[in-house]
């Protein structure tokens, strides 16, 4: 992702691979993350939280794709 709007987009998208108990809990925590931050100007501060978030969302991802498998 390029920049802070493409990827609350993308994150959004990949909530709906959740099971949909979980895409409103996981919905709030991308706006707050992304309300959070809104002040960040440093580009190498918002690369570090970009690039977080991409991990934490392939985590998540993986985590419900394993408890589907059982």
Not at 10 to 35: S, T
Request: include cysteine; proline fraction near 6%; glycine fraction near 2%.
């Amino acid at each position: 992702m390029k920049s802070p709007t493409g990827l609350y987009k993308h994150l959004l998208r990949c909530v709906k691979k959740l099971p949909p108990e979980a895409q409103a809990y996981y919905k709030h925590h991308i706006r707050q993350g992304f309300k959070s931050h809104s002040d960040e100007d440093d580009p190498e501060r918002i690369k570090q939280i970009m690039d977080r978030a991409m991990e934490d969302a392939e985590w998540v991802i993986l985590k419900y794709k394993e408890k589907e498998k059982k």
